[in-house]
């Protein structure tokens, strides 16, 4: 039977989404490996229940945007762990920038070369640049630039489910030793996922990493336009 | 005057034990951070700008720890939650699933790897510089 009324529809696809995050979470705490991170699991079993229903992403979406929307109140939620870490924070903050700027340089400098070796162009690879940012900076760069903000999030989203798997793997192959470093490279790496990932280590890397994502995201949002005028030949 | 001092300590009593009345303060401020942005135009989200106003009134000590604490916590524990539906774009992505999603995702991992080495390098460096010239 399909159900048609549109309060159905977001109280089930959101009973859905909640439902599946929290057997997602409990098979990760059981199993912790990096392939069953919540992140991957839970898009995975709804994308298999979407699928076998013939639900469209917009049908999806109507019901479930709330919980995007809760990504607001989590981001001013970072006020409490930044606050408890204002004396690192305060220390290290000069170096903790450098990182954001040779991370975001890396990032669009990566981004560009990779997709242009792979004949990727236009909207397609202009769309790529932003993917290091969290969604809402990320999807606004992008229109600046000339980009796709639909394609960005989708790419945001795939940096993010990457970078916290990936991230976990770098952390045991470079010899870091600095907490500063570790919080750093999943902020700046995987914005919000690998936040919530850097929180798995402790809660000075969490704080960091989600400075370093704030940072990230403001820094690239400032730096648009002109990044735009370069990229129209303007330099 | 004694009825007023005490619902001021009955109402502080229930923001720092309740995670929903914290929950509601932190929207709140978002709301505000929303209006804030939408206002001045400004290029930052909404939820930016209410963090900053959190950290302001938090340094200032205008508002404390223990009233926002749990909610914070709460909200940082799921967030993984809230990335969820934004996954769910891939149903109308389906051209992702052939050679151009490899591709993609060959871009995406190996941009990640060179973003997260430089920037983990680059703090850890400094870090590592800055701790030594504190020692001397």
């Not at chain 1, 992008?142 to 970078?163: N, Y």
């Not at chain 2, 009233?67 to 809230?82: I, T």
């Amino acid at each position: 039977m399909p159900l048609t009324n549109p309060l159905a529809l977001a109280v089930f696809w959101s009973a859905a989404t909640i439902a599946c995050y929290f057997v997602a979470r409990q098979i990760y705490r059981r199993w912790p490996r990096w392939y069953l991170s919540p992140l991957a699991v839970t898009p995975a079993l709804l994308l298999a229940l979407a699928t076998i229903l013939h639900t469209r992403y917009g049908e999806y979406m109507r019901g479930t945007h709330w919980i995007v929307l809760m990504l607001g109140p989590a981001t001013v939620a970072f006020a409490v762990p930044i606050y408890e870490q204002r004396k690192v924070i305060r220390r290290h903050w000069p170096v903790l920038l450098l990182g954001v700027v040779i991370g975001s340089a890396t990032a669009m400098a990566s981004a560009w070369a990779m997709a242009s070796a792979l004949g990727l162009s236009g909207a397609l690879r202009l769309s790529l640049l932003p993917r290091s940012m969290s969604t809402p900076f990320a999807m606004s760069v992008s229109g600046d630039i000339g980009g796709s903000p639909d394609l960005t999030a989708v790419f945001v989203m795939m940096t993010g489910i990457c970078g916290a798997a990936l991230g976990e793997l770098m952390l045991n192959w470079l010899p870091l030793r600095s907490t500063l470093a570790r919080g750093a490279l999943l902020g700046m790496g995987a914005h919000g996922a690998g936040t919530a990932k850097a929180r798995e280590f402790g809660e000075e890397e969490g704080s960091i990493a989600g400075l370093v994502m704030v940072f990230a995201g403001l820094l690239n949002v400032l730096a648009a336009p002109i990044l735009a005028y370069g990229l129209k030949g303007g330099f | 005057m004694m009825f007023s001092r005490k619902a001021v300590i009955r109402t502080r009593y229930a923001f720092r034990h309740s995670r929903l009345l914290q929950l509601g303060v932190l929207m709140g401020f978002w709301c505000f951070g929303q209006a804030i942005a939408e206002t001045f135009r400004l290029p930052a989200p909404g939820g930016v700008i209410g963090l900053a106003a959190v950290l302001a009134l938090l340094l200032a000590r205008r508002i404390s720890l223990s009233s926002v604490r749990l909610g914070a916590e709460m909200l940082l524990a799921e967030m993984l939650l809230f990335f969820v539906p934004s996954v769910m774009a891939l149903l109308d992505h389906t051209e992702f699933l052939g050679v151009l999603g490899l591709k993609l995702l060959v871009v995406i991992l190996t941009g990640t790897l060179c973003v997260m080495a430089a920037t983990a390098l680059t703090v850890d460096l400094c870090a590592r510089w800055t701790m030594r010239h504190a020692a001397d």
